[in-house]
């Protein structure tokens, strides 16, 4: 079994950063691929960005390329989602998702076996 909580979600003008975190435990971090998606009111749950055990392969969906960075501290247990010229319509809940053990990043939900709470991320002016 793998607990996730996120953080770092709020409000943030157009344009602006926000950095969100994941902190896991419960399993061996680093046999998990870890990936962020998102979910808007009324839409359904997307895939925003992935990352592999070790870090060296990742993976965006194209709404966030070049503007979201995603990267992992296997020693403590952590993923992060640096979000950088934020857009209203990146506003949604934004859930950290694992895999199950020794999984492969992907861009389907159903790849992910352990999801957090979610937090809550809004860009309005």
């Known amino acids: 079994q793998v607990q996730l909580v996120e953080s770092g979600g709020g409000l943030v003008q157009p344009g602006g950063s926000l950095r969100l975190s994941c902190a896991a435990s419960?399993?061996?971090?680093?046999?998990?691929?870890m990936a962020w998606f998102r979910q808007a009111p009324e839409k359904e749950r997307e895939f925003v960005a992935a990352i592999s055990w070790s870090g060296p392969i990742s993976d965006y969906s194209d709404s966030v390329k070049g503007r979201f960075t995603i990267s992992r501290d296997n020693a403590k247990s952590t993923v992060t989602l640096q979000m950088r010229t934020l857009k209203p319509e990146d506003t949604a809940v934004y859930y950290c998702?694992?895999?199950?053990?020794?999984?492969?990043?992907?861009?389907?939900?159903?790849?992910?076996?352990?999801w957090g709470q979610g937090t809550q991320v809004i860009v309005s002016s």
């Open positions: 419960g399993s061996t971090f680093s046999e998990h691929a």
């Open positions: 998702a694992a895999t199950g053990l020794l999984g492969h990043i992907d861009r389907k939900l159903r790849q992910y076996r352990f």
